[in-house]
């Protein structure tokens, strides 16, 4: 079988092939832009594929979506994207079928079959990158909610001020993920006498209040213990209201 896989997210999209039908290897990696562009971008790296005549392709990407038409309607992190019916997009060109699932509920779906989450039968996955996403495997299944996007626990307000995320200030997304932690970056920056050599990066992101933190730069370590706090404060929330055997997480929490 011919299966290839497309990732769709605010910053990153990358394509990936079953090879030998057990192993996962990713092909193409590159910045999202604008929907054309981007969409132009996976067009031409499947072509690359040489894909046979009935390829099936599995394409994640987040929410909210209409999962069973194939369309992405409008996730807050790719802007432009509104009632894109993207599994025609790719059946349009190269043939065969595609489905389209909400990111978390895919990368949840995995780890519980292939990953950190063997075994179990109660499971929570959150990805972290450009936002904050949830996967629920309940009752050893996956547990999508009525419309596809059961567990936004990113849109859960842990305080009633902080960084943006979800439209919502000092929610889960805007503590955690990477985008918000570039955001809280910012909060504290505004609120320091001092300006660390860091924070001339344009744009300031996740991964450079990381890497300054390694370093011990104080400000920087400020900002991922108050998103460790934070991420906490949101594991606790969901253990109490689900009660899982496991959390995986993925996203750039393990970087």
């Given at each position: ?32 832009r604008g ?122 307000r842990l ?97």
């Amino acid at each position: 079988m011919n299966v290839i896989g497309i990732d769709i997210g605010g910053t990153k999209c990358a394509v990936s092939r079953l090879v030998d039908g057990r192993r996962v290897e990713e092909t193409h990696r590159f910045p999202t832009r604008g929907r054309d562009d981007t969409l132009d971008a996976l067009r031409r790296a499947v072509a690359s594929l040489r894909p046979h005549s009935a390829p099936v392709f599995g394409i994640s990407c987040g929410g909210p979506l209409d999962a069973a038409r194939g369309v992405i309607l409008s996730p807050p992190n790719l802007p432009g994207w509104e009632d894109t019916h993207i599994t025609r997009f790719f059946t349009t060109h190269f043939g065969g079928t595609a489905v389209l699932m909400n990111d978390a509920n895919a990368c949840a779906l995995a780890e519980w079959r292939f990953g950190a989450g063997r075994g179990t039968r109660h499971m929570i996955f959150l990805t972290a990158g450009t936002g904050l996403g949830t996967g629920l495997i309940l009752n050893g299944d996956l547990y999508e909610g009525i419309t596809g996007e059961a567990g936004e626990a990113g849109h859960v307000r842990l305080s009633s001020s902080g960084p943006v995320g979800f439209g919502k200030a000092g929610s889960f997304e805007g503590f955690c993920s990477g985008g918000g932690i570039a955001r809280l970056a910012e909060i504290i920056l505004r609120e320091s006498s001092s300006r660390p050599e860091w924070a001339s990066a344009q744009p300031v992101s996740a991964r450079v209040v990381a890497a300054a933190a390694a370093a011990g730069d104080s400000l920087a370590l400020a900002v991922m213990t108050e998103s460790g706090r934070r991420l906490g404060e949101g594991l606790a929330i969901l253990i109490d209201l689900l009660n899982p055997e496991r959390i995986v997480i993925g996203g750039i929490f393990p970087r």
